[in-house]
């Protein structure tokens, strides 16, 4: 079976540190991965997307990047982090094509002080 | 473009009510509808999906939704609330063809309360 998996769980960084949260699947080859945020009191925003290895779509311009090094593996980054980048990032995966569903993971909950 | 619409981002119902949480959607081509729960610091879970086949949708934990095309709505409902339910709700849109690759666009999220 598919599973997916997100680290750390939970993080307090302070503004202007770097920031780099990593999601992994397993049990699937080619998958499309995605990075959404929420923010306190909101729905979920999708921020990167990807369909294959070093390929990466944003969704919104922002303070943060996305990179997929491996087949399986999506990392989210950033350089400097600001105040508004705090909020709970899911990583999710689906199966490429048709109408399949999007499996999530757990969540990090970022805070940015 | 598409977009999702929850009206009411809370509901409260009593153990054993009926549960309705209310989603309208707009979108350029044919749909295809999910919705899925979120409790307190974890991810999302789906609960059910739709996609261009029967327009009633059984989904896990008792709940269900109907397409409506008429109305762009794909409604939530359950017969009978349990104290269990009480969590987020959020209704999500995804257009076919291929170029979407799969992306989602959500609603705001209703949170469901249930009283004993």
């Known amino acids: 079976s598919q599973t997916i998996h997100q680290w750390p769980a939970t993080l307090v960084q302070p503004v202007g540190s770097p920031l780099s949260l990593e999601c992994t699947v397993e049990?699937?080859?080619?998958?499309?991965l995605y990075w959404y945020r929420q923010a306190a009191g909101r729905g979920l925003q999708l921020l990167f997307y990807?369909?294959?290895?070093?390929?990466i779509s944003s969704e919104v311009p922002q303070n943060l990047s996305a990179s997929r090094p491996q087949d399986r593996q999506f990392i989210l980054s950033s350089k400097k982090l600001l105040l508004s980048d705090s909020g709970f990032y899911l990583c999710?995966?689906?199966?490429?094509?048709?109408?399949?569903?999007?499996?999530f993971g757990p969540g990090t909950r970022l805070l940015v002080l | 473009a598409q977009s999702v619409t929850q009206l009411g981002s809370h509901v409260s119902v009593s153990e054993g009510a009926l549960v309705l949480l209310r989603c309208n959607y707009s979108?350029?081509?044919?749909?295809?509808l999910f919705w899925y729960v979120q409790y307190p610091n974890q991810g999302l879970q789906l609960l059910l999906k739709?996609?261009?086949?029967?327009?009633l949708v059984k989904g896990i934990n008792g709940f269900e939704a109907e397409f409506k095309k008429s109305e762009t709505s794909f409604h939530l409902t359950k017969p009978s609330a349990h104290m269990s339910d009480a969590a987020e709700y959020f209704c999500?849109?995804?257009?076919?063809?291929?170029?979407?690759?799969?992306?989602?666009?959500f609603g705001q999220g209703t949170i469901l309360t249930v009283h004993p």
């Open positions: 999710a995966w689906r199966t490429s094509g048709g109408a399949e569903t999007q499996y």
């Open positions: 049990g699937t080859s080619n998958p499309n």
């Open positions: 990807s369909v294959g290895i070093g390929q």
């Open positions: 999500a849109v995804s257009e076919s063809g291929g170029t979407s690759y799969g992306k989602l666009t």
């Open positions: 979108s350029s081509v044919p749909p295809y």
């Open positions: 739709y996609t261009s086949a029967a327009t």
